[in-house]
């Protein structure tokens, strides 16, 4: 059982739509961040959020953090085929866990 | 980026022989990990490194083993690999403590046990 649940799995959409992806866990973390991984690469770091309720924007990117501190939320909007890759969670609890990732293809 | 190499990149071998996978940093960052990442799992921590001859031991040890002689390099040894070790293995680096600061991930070696 994955500490934090990543949905969704798998996401296809056109360019120009919008989307988000959430991470999810019953933990309550001190930090949660989001990565971004292209094929054959190694996670690159997006953001980290650390307050309950926190929003932090990135460009065409949004994220969010629970107020509980137990999920969050990754909203792209007008998507574009560079955003394609596998976003990936990762809860910070004195130990640094992560989700199993949104691989996330957007379309021309 | 963050100046980290992995090598070797791809490498397949035979169940029950031994394999090092080498990291090498030029960061001078304190903390080094290795990781394996497979489908439906995530990132997952095998050992990490908080000094030179520093080492403790991650979510999924078993079967693995570490060393750190020099603050650029950290290896990763199977000492006698199993089909269940095939996955793509990821060394990371970061100067703060595992759960304080941003990790810098390396390019990845995808390692096939037949």
């Known amino acids: 059982t994955q500490l934090l649940e990543q949905s969704p799995q798998f996401l296809s959409i056109q360019e120009g739509e919008n989307l988000t992806v959430y991470c999810n866990s019953s933990s309550v973390f001190s930090s949660l961040q989001w990565y971004r991984q292209e094929p054959g690469e190694g996670p690159v770091l997006l953001v980290t959020v650390v307050t309950g309720g926190e929003v932090k924007k990135l460009k065409r990117l949004t994220f969010q953090f629970g107020d509980a501190r137990k999920d969050s939320s990754l909203h792209i909007t007008a998507a574009q085929p560079g955003d394609t890759g596998l976003y990936l969670c990762a809860g910070d609890n004195n130990d640094m866990r992560f989700g199993a990732g949104t691989r996330l293809t957007v379309k021309p | 980026d963050a100046g980290i190499t992995q090598s070797p990149r791809h490498k397949v071998t035979e169940t029950g022989t031994p394999v090092t996978l080498r990291c090498h940093q030029t960061?001078?960052?304190?903390?080094m990990y290795w990781y394996r990442q497979d489908p439906g799992h995530g990132l997952r921590l095998i050992h990490y490194s908080y000094g030179v001859k520093d080492t403790d031991k991650g979510e999924v040890s078993d079967g693995y083993s570490v060393s750190r002689s020099k603050t650029e390099d950290f290896l990763l040894t199977l000492e006698s690999a199993t089909s269940s070790q095939t996955s793509v293995y990821f060394c990371?680096?970061?100067?703060?403590?595992?759960?304080?600061?941003?990790?810098?991930f390396g390019p990845g070696t995808r390692l096939t046990v037949l």
């Open positions: 990371a680096i970061s100067d703060g403590g595992r759960s304080q600061d941003t990790q810098y």
């Open positions: 960061e001078n960052h304190r903390y």
